[in-house]
Structure formats: structure tokens, C-alpha cells
């Protein structure tokens, strides 16, 4: 007879998470976090954590692309490269000076661009002065610019990952220095976002449209999950891609970026979390010093369109000649809905590695795909998608993918899930957050995101919890509650021929072979 170790493996491993976690449970951290929010509004936490003599940070600001309207498309993601080209003292020769020229840039380009989009009356030789007008006004506000000097003082100091990111909901900064190196920091970070200067604004518009190019564009995953997202959404913003859309990019001006910072770069609207080898005593104020010379400013209207309920099935198929590729979602709640957790656990259990059921079934069983999973997009904040997503491999198409992830489906709807799938699943979410604590900067970005979300860091903790108490019959209630085709939206690439590829020729008609006799060989 042989024995099955795995339970007690795995009521082992529990064992050994629970006693970890509880070494890092909400009161150790509590002893070592001090949260503050200065006088203009921001939040600020400083984490004592005295391993290695180095900090890591993370700012978050609670605008993404979701707060954009249209015709400003892109503008979240553009003012991130924005916040990378200094201050009126970093990244500049004479700022008196630039500044009257960028403001030389912004009237020539209004004047070029009013003439360039009239439906009646355009004048193209004018529109081609007004341009030329308008490059050259660039060209003299570039004579005052050092270029990426910002970034260099960072890395001649000793930071490192020095970068940031825009979704949907917010937009991050991020890097890690030496902890002698705080005041530094604490002056370079507050002056980016007390005195942005959008210079080069119109070079690294172009930038962006290359990303979009390279990202979207030229990518058949990207071309669909744009599409995707679009046909998904018909009123609120996660419909729209969050590098913009291309006739939008060709459009809007530093003065609007400028408008879009005065309305969401709000102390607000920002938590800013320090994590590593300092001491709240003594860091504290020196992060309200700098930081709180950023002014106050009104927190935001909260986005007022809700997306309507699905009431039918779409469908996107994009023909192009590459790996076809197929992708399901169905709307689900916010991120302060009572199921979140049950949809953290149907993530897991689809495509948590090699044993999740997506994996199993698709790739490893059917051997139909090279690639499945499924879990929670493109948002947080606002009611999101779950999706499925699949890889066909060869010699199988985009919409033979869609019946065996309904029969998973199926499954989740009729079926319990078993005790020990379910207790993989709660024990690896304890793993996963012991793992996010082991660094600085993971530990920065986990800290800030919840304490922005929630207004308290503890629901790091507690969301642990949450899923430690979901059910089978959670999962089975969830499923059945939102994986409906009415609604369900279906995004497919079909692999076909390039265009203009010549049809093959046409065979002409042969005349019919000679009757062979008996016995002869053919």
C-alpha cells in the first residue's frame, strides 16, 4: 500500500506559514509603522526596518487613467515621463528663461493647432507656417535643458530602480537609496511634484506614441486587449487603453498636462510610504518638512459614470497573421465588495501554477493550449473583469479554447471544490504575503496601495483573513452569480494570411488518367 504524504505535507507547510505570519502579524508591524497625514493632506508612513542600511519608497497618487476625459487619453501616463524631467532648479541652464520659452512653445502650438483642425477653411500653407513656427519655439526652449539630470543625481547618490508606473487607478514612484541619503531623497521627491516643468513635453509626446506603437500596435496581444476592453466597457473609462489613443496623443498640449497636475497631483490625493533603515523620530519630520510645502489643494470629484450592466454576449475577432490567441471576462465588483476574497481564491485556483486547473486541464491535460489562466482586470477601484485567457498551440484556433474553459466554468458552478484545492489556495495566500514582506520596495508599494485604498495599512493583514474564511459554497454562489453569457464578452485573434499575400494559384483541370489494365502496375 502506498502511503499519500500530501496532507501531511501540506498541514506541515501550514504550520510552518502560520508560525511566520504570526512573527509578522499586525501588532509586530504596528510597533515598527508610524502613519501621518500632514496638514495639506497627504499620508505618509515611515516603517522601521533596520536589516540593511538602505530605504526604499513608494508615492502613489490616485490618478490613472480613469480620470481622464476624452480627448486627453494618455494624459496619466504622460505626466509619469513628465515627473522624470526635473524641477525649476533640477534640469535646467536658466529657468527665468526657459520658462518664458516654454510658454512661447504652448502659444504657437494653440495657433498651430486651432488651424490645423478646422473642418472649414484650412489653410494648409498657413498650418505648415504655424508648425514650423511652432518647432522653432522648441528648439529655443531645448537650448536651456540638461537633459536627464534628475535621473543622474538619483544614481550618482546611490539610488537604484529608479522608475514608475500608470493603470487605471493611480500612477507610482519608486526607487531605493541609502539611508544617509533621506534628506536627499525627501527633497528630490517633493520637488518633482511642488515644481514640475514640462519641458521637452512635445519630444517625449513622441516617445509615448512610439510605446504605443510598439506595445499596442504592432502587438496582436495588445491590439486585442485593447479591443477587448473596449467592446467590455461602453461607459466608464477602464474601456479606454491607458497609453491613450493615438489621434489624442497627436493632440493634447503641456497645458494640459499642467491642468490634469493641479487637479489630481493634490496632497489628497497622495500616500507617499518609506520603508528600511530609518527611524520614525527623526524621519517624520523631515518628510513633513518637504513634503508638506506641496500646497492643499481639493480632493477630486469622484468618477461619476457607473458602468451599466451587461444584458448581452459580445464578441471581437481580429484576423491577423500571428498566434491566435482568445480571451473571455465577465464584470465583477470593486475591490470593498464582501466577495473579493472568494474572487482572490478563484485566481488562485485557475492559475496558480502548474497544479491550477486552467494549467491542468488546457496545457497539461487537452494539451490544446500553451498557455491558460485567469484572474481579475484591468482595475481595482472600480468594478473590474474576471477574465480567461488562453494560448492555443499548434494546429488549434482561438475558438477551440472557448469549450473547455466553459466546462471549467461549469465546474465551479456545480461542483465543490476540494479540501485540499482549497487549502493549497488559503495557504499559499499566507506565503505570498510573507514573500511580499521580505523586501523593502514590495513592502513599500504593499503598505502604500492598502493604506490608499483603505485608509489603513492593517487591511494587508486582514484580507489574509478574509480569505482564509472563504467557503466552497462562496465559490459556487460567486460563479454562478457573474460567469453568465449575457455576461460575457469574448476577444479572439484568428490567425490569417498577411495582407496582400497572393491567393494560391489555381491548379487547372487535368485530364483523367488512362484506364490501366489488370494486372499492370500503376
Not at 266 to 285: C, E, L, N, Q, R
Not at 314 to 332: K, M, N
Request: charged share 25%; no cysteine; glycine share 6%.
Amino acid at each position: 500500500m502506498k502511503l499519500d504524504l500530501r496532507p501531511l505535507a501540506l498541514a506541515i507547510s501550514f504550520l510552518i506559514l502560520s508560525a511566520a505570519l504570526q512573527a509578522q502579524d499586525i501588532a509586530s508591524f504596528e510597533k515598527k509603522i508610524t502613519v501621518k497625514t500632514l496638514p495639506n493632506g497627504m499620508t505618509v508612513l515611515v516603517m522601521e526596518r533596520p536589516e540593511a542600511p538602505v530605504f526604499s519608497f513608494y508615492t502613489r497618487v490616485d490618478a490613472g487613467s480613469a480620470q481622464e476625459v476624452l480627448g486627453i487619453t494618455g494624459l496619466a501616463h504622460m505626466f509619469e515621463h513628465m515627473a522624470f524631467k526635473g524641477t525649476d532648479k533640477i534640469g535646467t541652464t536658466n529657468y527665468g528663461a526657459e520658462k518664458a520659452a516654454l510658454a512661447k512653445v504652448e502659444q504657437t502650438y494653440a495657433a498651430y493647432q486651432e488651424e490645423d483642425h478646422k473642418e472649414v477653411g484650412r489653410d494648409p500653407k498657413k498650418v505648415a507656417d504655424l508648425e514650423a513656427a511652432w518647432q522653432k519655439a522648441i528648439a529655443e526652449a531645448d537650448k536651456f535643458v540638461v537633459p536627464n539630470q534628475f535621473g543622474e543625481i538619483v544614481e550618482s547618490e546611490g539610488g537604484v530602480g529608479l522608475n514608475a508606473s500608470t493603470d487605471w487607478d493611480e500612477t507610482v514612484y519608486f526607487y531605493s537609496m541609502p539611508e544617509n541619503r533621506l534628506r536627499l531623497w525627501a527633497y528630490l521627491e517633493s520637488a518633482r511634484f511642488l515644481h514640475p516643468v514640462m519641458r521637452e513635453f512635445y519630444k517625449e509626446r513622441d516617445v509615448v506614441m512610439e510605446e504605443r506603437r510598439m506595445r499596442t500596435d504592432s502587438s496582436p496581444q495588445g491590439r486585442l486587449i485593447e479591443q477587448f476592453l473596449a467592446a467590455a466597457y461602453t461607459a466608464h473609462p477602464y474601456g479606454r487603453p491607458v497609453v491613450g489613443w493615438p489621434s489624442d496623443l497627436r493632440s493634447f498640449s503641456a497645458t494640459d498636462a499642467t491642468h490634469f497636475y493641479h487637479k489630481y497631483y493634490v496632497p489628497a490625493d497622495m500616500v507617499i510610504a518609506v520603508v528600511g533603515d530609518v527611524k520614525a523620530s527623526t524621519a517624520m519630520p523631515i518628510l513633513e518638512k518637504y513634503f508638506g510645502r506641496i500646497p492643499a489643494g481639493p480632493k477630486p470629484d469622484p468618477l461619476r459614470t457607473v458602468e451599466p450592466p451587461q444584458r448581452d454576449l459580445r464578441e471581437v475577432v481580429l484576423h491577423d497573421p500571428s498566434q491566435p490567441l482568445y480571451i473571455e471576462g465577465y464584470h465583477r465588483p470593486n475591490f470593498r465588495d464582501p466577495d473579493d476574497a472568494v474572487y482572490d481564491v478563484l485566481s488562485d485556483l485557475l492559475s496558480k501554477g502548474r497544479t491550477s486547473r486552467l494549467y491542468r486541464s488546457l496545457v497539461r491535460d487537452k494539451q490544446i493550449a500553451i498557455a491558460a489562466q485567469g484572474g481579475s482586470f484591468p482595475g481595482v477601484k472600480y468594478p473590474s473583469l474576471f477574465y480567461f485567457f488562453a494560448v492555443p498551440s499548434r494546429g488549434r484556433t482561438a475558438r477551440d479554447m472557448a469549450g473547455p474553459i466553459h466546462e471549467e466554468i461549469e465546474k465551479l458552478k456545480t461542483q465543490d471544490v476540494s479540501d485540499e484545492e482549497l487549502q493549497s489556495i488559503k495557504t499559499r495566500a499566507k506565503a505570498d504575503l510573507i514573500r511580499g514582506l521580505a523586501d523593502n520596495s514590495g513592502l513599500a508599494a504593499q503598505l502604500a496601495e492598502y493604506q490608499a485604498y483603505y485608509g489603513d495599512w492593517r487591511e494587508l493583514f486582514r484580507q489574509i483573513d478574509r480569505i482564509d474564511k472563504v467557503s466552497k459554497a462562496d465559490i459556487r454562489r460567486v460563479a454562478n452569480k457573474i460567469f453568465t453569457e449575457q455576461n460575457r464578452t469574448v476577444g479572439i485573434v484568428e490567425t490569417s494570411p498577411p495582407p496582400n499575400t497572393p491567393a494560391p494559384a489555381a491548379t487547372p483541370p487535368q485530364p483523367a488518367p488512362a484506364a490501366t489494365p489488370k494486372g499492370a502496375q500503376q
